[in-house]
């Protein structure tokens, strides 16, 4: 292998909670045929695999992952072909949505200012300020977890409110190597100040104040009300369980205020679940994905 494999890595360096115990096995493969070489390995050993982008959306245990947890950073191409921008997988969101822009490239600068990359962005379907990844994908390359590696086009009927293919049970073992996503052209200039306007206005929201994963609960339309104001309105802004918290600027913000262990967050998420659930009848969803071994939590 290319690439490199670590033991007992722990994961929240990988996390953007900053949380996390060790998963048994890390790799980081170079290349196509490393992932495929690592399949292979896993499957020999009957081993779990989690395939980890930018960790900006996961509560990984306390006690860690029991498997092989794949880094797909790597998965770095950028190149543009006719109107389609074609991303490997393993590079930053944000990053990538400014290069486009300064290349006159418009499409993806909604994404500017958001944490994590390509593939967990398309796995996601990741959204905000009124556009999502559904709206401009047009195909994306996966290997499956024979290592076969194919095109698939995206068909819109397919995704929806934070909803992607890759999440049903088929879709769910393959992993993403790059995507396509429809551009059109626009003036550089134009398209930094929109992307520029799009962070401070993260930033005045205190989306980077403290560690988190973004929102915690999904909106949901017919609540009335985002899930931020529901949890406002319940009086829990500030709300803590140990280290973590709602943090005091955003009721959808739940932070590690320091020394958060996974299992307070985990605990408050279900905490303020159940408090809006008595008090407004709303059963909210949650938006951060629980990765890892939860059994003795
Ligand atoms: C400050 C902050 C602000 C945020 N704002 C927003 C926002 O405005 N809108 C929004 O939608 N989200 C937001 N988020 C959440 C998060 O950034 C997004 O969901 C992001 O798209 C997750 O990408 P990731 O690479 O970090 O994925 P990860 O958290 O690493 O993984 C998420 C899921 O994607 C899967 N995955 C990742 N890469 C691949 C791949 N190559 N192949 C197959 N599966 C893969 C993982 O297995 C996992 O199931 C925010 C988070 C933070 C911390």
Redesign the pocket.
């Known amino acids: 292998m290319k690439g490199f494999l670590l033991t007992s890595e722990p994961m929240w360096r990988h996390t953007?909670f900053l949380v996390g115990g060790p998963a048994d096995l890390y790799a980081v493969p170079a290349d196509e045929k490393d992932l495929r070489a690592l399949f292979a390995a896993a499957h020999r050993n009957d081993m779990e695999i989690?395939?980890?982008?930018?960790?900006?959306?996961?509560l990984v245990a306390d006690s860690g992952f029991r498997g092989l947890v794949i880094d797909?950073r790597h998965f770095d191409d950028y190149d543009v072909e006719g109107k389609n921008l074609i991303l490997g997988?393993g590079l930053s969101?944000s990053d990538a949505a400014w290069r486009a822009g300064t290349a006159g490239l418009a499409g993806l600068d909604f994404l500017f200012g958001?944490?994590?990359?390509v593939?967990?962005?398309v796995?996601?379907n990741?959204?905000?300020y009124d556009a999502e990844i559904a709206d401009i994908i047009v195909w994306v390359d996966v290997m499956d977890r024979d290592g076969k590696i194919s095109r698939i086009p995206m068909n819109r009927e397919e995704w929806a409110y934070k909803r992607s293919p890759?999440q049903s049970t088929a879709g769910g073992r393959?992993?993403?190597l790059r995507a396509a996503f429809a551009m059109n052209s626009d003036e550089p200039d134009r398209l930094r100040s929109a992307m520029r306007k799009n962070r401070d206005d993260?930033v005045s929201k205190g989306?980077?104040k403290a560690p988190?994963?973004?929102?915690a609960f999904k909106n949901n339309r017919a609540f009335g009300a985002p899930s931020g104001v529901l949890i406002d309105r319940c009086g829990l802004k500030g709300f803590r369980i140990g280290g973590a918290a709602v943090s005091s600027w955003h009721g959808n913000i739940f932070i590690n205020d320091g020394n958060a262990a996974a299992g307070d967050i985990r605990r408050l998420l279900k905490e303020v679940g159940l408090r809006v659930e008595e008090s407004t009848g709303f059963r909210m969803e949650s938006e951060i994905?629980m990765v890892g071994d939860w059994n003795n939590e």
């Open positions: 953007t989690f395939i980890l982008g930018g960790g900006s959306n996961l797909t997988a969101v958001m944490p994590g990359t593939g967990g962005a796995w996601m990741a959204r905000c890759f393959l992993t993403i993260r989306h980077y988190c994963a973004g929102s994905l």
